[in-house]
């Protein structure tokens, strides 16, 4: 059962992001007026179409459906916080994301999820530098996931690329998934600029590690549990954080989806993070 919620509006030290794998399901005007609903202040799109399964929203090559999302955003007051995804393997050219990057500033998004599951240092890094000045006048951050399968597995080569790319507009984005599955470092966490941060992925999960790269992405896609049922340190990790980011709830829960549907879960899952995370955040 979970903890009470804190009845006071000033304790509730973060602003929440419905992301959009915690409700792949719902077209963005869908997921929009869930967010209302459950209280969040933003959501986070996905506009590209990363595994041949999911649903797929183009926002970037559909009229409609862009004028529709932002119709929603603007008559419920929720706010794009990013979009998602920049997937760059050795044979991408950034050139090709710049019409998914200008209907994320039409949505008004900050942020950019970008992904480089490439083992060549210099060419991601210059990718990814390049990715940023496109990204920058059109006033959204680049900010740069390692989830532990890709060949950017870990803080430590995330690092390596932001240095090396040395661009202002990039960002680090932290999930706590991720991090704990790549035996990141807090410590090393910690030591970096705060400019770096600017919100992070924030689940649970069990605290043993799968065995396997399929049990790895099943987990990450499927298979997320609400902060406090699991294993992971989230106390640690988001307190090597910048304080008062945005938390994005990136919670996929095929089963419990399948019962209670994409927007109640997305209510349970707002529930469950105010519960635990605005009470760790008012005990520091």
């Not at 007026?33 to 209280?39: I, L, N, P």
């Not at 890709?150 to 790319?165: G, H, K, W, Y």
């Not at 932290?174 to 470092?185: M, P, T």
């Amino acid at each position: 059962m979970l903890a009470s919620a804190p009845t006071n509006p000033a304790e509730h030290r973060h602003d929440y992001s419905l992301a959009h794998l915690t409700a792949l399901s719902l077209s963005p005007p869908e997921l929009v007026d869930a967010a209302a609903a459950a209280g969040y202040r933003y959501v986070g799109v996905r506009m590209t179409k990363v595994t041949p399964q999911e649903p797929h929203y183009p926002l970037a090559y559909d009229p409609a459906l862009m004028r529709a999302t932002k119709t929603h955003l603007a008559a419920t007051g929720i706010e794009v916080l990013d979009i998602e995804l920049a997937r760059f393997t050795s044979g991408d050219n950034p050139r090709d994301y710049l019409r998914f990057l200008e209907a994320g500033a039409e949505l008004g998004a900050r942020h950019v999820i970008a992904q480089f599951p490439d083992a060549d240092f210099a060419r991601k890094t210059d990718r990814f530098a390049e990715l940023c000045a496109l990204a920058r006048p059109l006033g959204l951050t680049i900010d740069l996931e390692f989830p532990s399968w890709t060949e950017t597995p870990n803080l430590i080569e995330a690092t390596r690329v932001l240095r090396a790319a040395d661009q202002p507009n990039a960002g680090l984005l932290i999930d706590l998934l991720h991090f704990a599955r790549s035996g990141s470092s807090v410590e090393e966490l910690r030591s970096l600029p705060r400019e770096w941060f600017h919100y992070a992925h924030v689940c649970d999960a069990p605290a043993e590690v799968p065995a396997t790269t399929a049990e790895l992405i099943h987990t990450a896609r499927f298979e997320r549990l609400f902060p406090g049922e699991g294993g992971i340190d989230a106390p640690a990790i988001l307190g090597a954080l910048p304080s008062g980011i945005p938390y994005a709830l990136e919670i996929p829960r095929a089963m419990l989806v399948a019962q209670v549907g994409a927007k109640e879960h997305a209510r349970l899952a707002i529930a469950a993070a105010r519960a635990h995370l605005d009470a760790l955040a008012v005990a520091r």
